[in-house]
């Protein structure tokens, strides 16, 4: 059953509204940093992996052609 | 023949390549299992769950507040005994599980902090008191800061390693202290709500959504620590040629 008369009354919390609200939109905040930021840093990694392998396939191009030309 | 078999089992448990691909497998429902028991939480406790009589609304805090604090002592033993493992097998596995869950149990406990916090001001009439509660808990976010300091100051990751593990062994002193602290110094902080020995405290009412709580931060939990532990795989991986094959096979 849903305890409060409307949402206004919802969101002051009789008084506490502040304090219940901070403390859940801080947490959330957190939390949700917690789980994106391995993501992020995990694209990262697979960008740079990625860079490497396109710069060691330029590299092998280079040597060869210069081989022949040799 | 079964000697063999449980071996092998502990070896593939320890192949970051094995855990890399399984927890893959798992992340998806794992992840929705969590949003979802959160989701329930979350608005079963804000607006559904009775108000407390005495402290009013203040109490709904009480949702955010104990289950981070569970998961911010749970993932202590969670970093303690993979930095054992890893000190005792050299397994490498464990060695970033330990890394990964420095962070997470940093944050939880710093949730637990600052909710603390929050919900001391209306109640107690202050932010912060130096209760032995408190303190304790503290005490526990320097120990994951220092976790998490130990494993950048070395240029070596055996080295880091081994020093974080043992730092967080020496850690374990603080978490009876924890546990107890509420009931060897009777100060500001109230006495467990929940006791594996005894019946809850608490109405039924406002226990279920608090239960579900838990069981969400359980599985957040595992999730977040899933995900560093993936990233600090591949991190680590990188010159293999799972991970060069993993790459070359996402990024065309």
């Not at chain 1, 859940?24 to 939390?31: D, K, N």
């Not at chain 2, 893959?24 to 989701?39: I, R, V």
């Not at chain 2, 600052?114 to 209306?122: L, M, Q, R, S």
């Not at chain 2, 304790?136 to 080295?159: C, E, N």
Request: proline share 4%; net charge positive; hydrophobic share 50%.
């Amino acid at each position: 059953m849903f305890q409060f008369e409307n949402i206004q009354e919802f969101i002051q919390m009789g008084g506490h509204g502040p304090y219940v609200w901070s403390a859940y939109l801080i947490s959330l905040s957190v939390m949700i940093w917690l789980v994106v930021s391995p993501l992020r840093r995990k694209r990262k990694l697979l960008r740079d992996i990625n860079r490497q392998q396109q710069r060691e396939i330029a590299q092998q191009g280079t040597n060869s052609s210069s081989n022949l030309s040799t | 023949m079964s000697q063999l078999f449980s071996w092998k089992w502990f070896h593939r448990l320890g192949s970051p390549r094995w855990f890399y691909q399984t927890s893959g497998k798992w992340l998806p429902w794992l992840s929705m299992l969590a949003t979802g028991l959160l989701l329930v939480g979350l608005c079963w406790g804000l607006a559904f769950a009775p108000q407390d009589a005495k402290q009013g609304n203040s109490f709904r805090i009480i949702y955010i507040h104990v289950p981070a604090s569970f998961l911010a002592l749970a993932g202590y033993y969670v970093m303690a005994i993979a930095g054992a493992i890893g000190l005792i097998w050299k397994m490498k596995l464990a060695d970033m599980v330990m890394k990964s869950a420095a962070p997470i149990g940093a944050v939880l406990t710093f949730v637990a902090l600052v909710t603390g916090a929050i919900w001391g001001k209306p109640t107690w009439g202050t932010y912060w008191v130096w209760d032995a509660r408190i303190t304790s808990m503290l005490v526990l976010l320097f120990l994951y800061l220092g976790v998490i300091a130990l494993q950048y100051s070395y240029s070596s990751q055996d080295a880091a390693s081994k020093a974080s593990a043992v730092l967080s062994l020496v850690g374990m002193v603080n978490i009876p202290i924890i546990y107890k602290s509420v009931d060897w110094w009777y100060t500001l902080h109230q006495p467990a709500t929940i006791k594996f020995t005894e019946a809850p405290s608490m109405h039924p009412d406002m226990f279920q959504p608090l239960l579900v709580m838990i069981l969400g931060f359980y599985c957040f939990y595992a999730v977040a620590l899933i995900l560093n532990t993936r990233v600090e795989v591949l991190c680590r991986e990188r010159r293999t040629r799972w991970v060069q094959e993993l790459v070359a096979s996402k990024c065309t």
